[in-house]
């Protein structure tokens, strides 16, 4: 276990990484917290059920509100975070879904950025606004203008940095900020970044969210989300999240604990491979554009360079215009990259997607979109792949 005294001196996000979270005399000596499945909870005495009773919980005492494995992974999460305390969800999706649900009622105002993950706008436009909440969506680059948008009742700001799709990068400080003054809480689906190269509280953040299905768990083979909030926010977030049941099962959260461990060395490799690659698809005459914040080109560079330690594996480009023909040509020909949906496992994807739906700003760019993801396999490998289906494509399609 990491212990800390006012004379500890501050830890790095890789000794955290390895640190947080174990508690190896509490378990037999085991390096890993051991996977505890259970429901029922027993009590040896009447004093022993009474004191394990919280003021806004009497039934915490419950497999459904935390195992010693959830509890390890969370405050392993919180210390990385730098946040309050943290909580899981079964999915990323879900941890989105319930933060935003936990802030709000009927008559709030709610403004999402314009470049949010499709899922998480369907279901502000289809839920949140059938509960009674006015959603609105404000331009990914319009910073300390947000201040324009906000009103008396807006009660959450969120934001996704980059953007889902279209990676813009957001001037999150200036918008906290500016989401502050009228007392409204700033979300952030900090997913991409991860803790490691997006610290979210120290930007203003209320809330971090993260689909830990993605680089947390590491190896495609978990479905979990968690939130991590300030202290003014977990009361909110947690009475939400136990109010509508919210749990997620030992043996994912296990996976996650797992992959914490090694996610710095992963996720070095996975942004070193992307940027590689964003930078050799620049120069190729089939690509028009790459969308990777960390590419001196790109227009978000400076506030990325600015707010951000790191990158991830993921990024997108845009094609020039060419038929579905060519398209399946150029998948076909792909060797390494798989067909999926998520990212943030070992393995390299490549996913065509439909133009991303726009309220403000409509989509820029006539060609196919492929949303790319760097895996950790050799970069040079990835580098051919990736130029002789392109190539093949042009010579075909």
């Known amino acids: 276990m990491l212990r800390t005294t006012s004379s500890t001196p501050k830890r790095s996000h890789d000794t955290l990484l390895i640190h947080a979270g174990r508690d190896p005399g509490a378990h037999s000596g085991m390096v890993n917290t051991p996977i505890f499945r259970g429901s029922t909870i027993l009590s040896n005495s009447l004093e022993e059920w009474e004191s394990r009773k919280q003021p806004d919980n009497p ?32 999915s990323g999706l879900s941890a989105c879904t319930h933060s935003l649900l936990a802030m709000v009622r009927s008559g709030d105002h709610v403004l999402l950025s314009d470049s949010v993950y499709g899922p998480t706008r369907a279901f502000a436009d289809r839920v949140l606004t059938r509960l009674g909440v006015a959603v609105e969506y404000f331009d990914p680059c319009i910073g300390a203008g947000i201040a324009r948008q906000l009103r008396p009742n807006t009660r959450v700001v969120y934001v996704e940095s980059p953007g889902s799709v279209s990676f813009e990068v957001q001037d999150v400080p200036a918008i906290a900020y500016a989401a502050h003054t009228v007392d409204a809480l700033v979300l952030m689906d900090n ?86 690659l964003a930078e050799f698809l620049q120069s190729h005459p089939a690509v028009a554009q790459v969308l990777h914040p960390a590419l001196p080109s790109d227009p978000g560079h400076a506030l990325w360079t600015r707010d951000f330690t790191g990158a991830s ?38 996913l065509p997607m439909d133009a991303p739906l726009r309220t403000i700003r409509p989509w820029a760019f006539e060609g196919p979109l492929i949303r790319i993801h760097a895996g950790l396999e050799d970069c040079d490998d990835l580098m051919r792949d990736m130029g002789q289906a392109l190539d093949f494509m042009r010579r075909h399609g």
């Open 59 to 90: 039934m915490a005492s419950y497999g459904r509100f935390g195992t010693p494995t959830t509890r390890a992974f969370e405050s392993a999460l919180a210390r990385l975070e730098g946040g309050y305390q943290s909580i899981v969800f079964p």
């Open 191 to 276: 997913t991409w970044a991860t803790p490691l190269h997006f610290r979210a509280f120290e930007h203003g953040v209320d809330v971090s969210i993260q689909a830990a299905t993605k680089y947390i768990v590491g190896h495609s083979d978990a479905l979990l989300g968690a939130a991590t909030a300030n202290e003014r926010a977990w009361p909110l977030l947690k009475n939400a999240a136990h109010d509508f049941g919210q749990t997620a099962g030992a043996d994912d959260i296990y996976l996650a604990l797992r992959g914490l461990r090694s996610l710095s060395v992963r996720l070095r490799q996975h942004a070193e491979s992307g940027l590689r």
């Open 313 to 350: 594996g993921l990024f997108a480009i845009v094609l020039k215009p060419v038929g579905r023909d060519a398209l399946c040509q150029l998948f076909d020909a792909l060797e390494l990259f798989g067909i999926g949906l998520s990212w943030g496992g070992f393995e390299s994807l490549a």
